[in-house]
């Protein structure tokens, strides 16, 4: 297990960005299990990582070192001082790939990281790591059954349920209709000449888009205006 147990109070939004993706990439470059502090431990910083990300249910949550006093946790020198963890913090500000090649697991990561070359071999696995603002590659799969309450030229009502399952991915290498996220719900949809289409469904998402949270995303609901292409 390693872990970043100053996230939040070595720098800000920006830096823990770099700081997280960079204990994501170094975990996985080394097959060692990772983890982050809880949201709510003391901090002078903004440390909102759990909230944009939807990681209020993670599991890798915890610390490396064994004293996470608020003292040791504003200084890297006071965390080495107070720890028997090996600390490691980067030694230069560019990519230091001895400390990515050699980084021990047990040990407790610091610096800045402000490199992708940190996390660049994940962000295929973890959206939220990646440089692209979307995937380019997406399927879904989609099962309805409709039951009409009216069918009047002047208003079209019906109710419906409805299965479906989708992803999106960065390349046709990492393509896989297998691996999607899965829904299922019910709505309600109205068609008027004047308007066109309009509809609402309320739909539960048995998997989480975001990597690492086994809980499901749960219920969601959505408004729907116009035909879908």
Request: negative net charge; proline residues 5%.
């Amino acid at each position: 297990m390693i872990g970043y147990d100053r996230l939040g109070t070595n720098g800000r939004f920006g830096n823990q960005l770099f700081q997280y993706a960079a204990l994501r990439g170094i975990a996985a470059h080394h097959g060692y299990d990772w983890c982050i502090p809880p949201e709510d431990h003391p901090t002078y910083a903004n440390y909102g990582m759990h909230h944009p990300f939807k990681l209020q249910h993670l599991k890798n949550v915890g610390f490396v070192n064994s004293n996470n006093s608020p003292q040791a946790m504003f200084s890297y020198e006071n965390i080495k001082q107070l720890n028997s963890t090996p600390n490691v913090k980067e030694s230069v500000y560019y990519f230091d790939k001895e400390m990515f090649d050699n980084f021990e697991d047990g040990s407790n990561l610091d610096g800045f990281c402000q490199t992708e070359k940190y996390f660049k071999h994940i962000e295929n696995e973890n959206q939220s790591l990646s440089s692209r603002d979307g995937s380019i590659i997406y399927n879904k799969f989609s099962i309805e059954l409709r039951y009409p309450i009216t069918l009047k030229p002047s208003a079209s009502i019906y109710t419906l349920a409805f299965l479906e399952a989708g992803n999106g991915y960065n390349s046709f290498r990492e393509f896989n209709p297998f691996n999607s996220k899965r829904s299922a719900g019910v709505g309600v949809r109205i068609f008027m000449p004047a308007f066109g289409l309009l509809g609402i469904d309320f739909g539960y998402g048995f998997d989480n888009p975001a990597f690492g949270i086994l809980e499901p995303n749960g219920w969601e609901t959505h408004f729907l205006i116009g035909q879908q292409f």
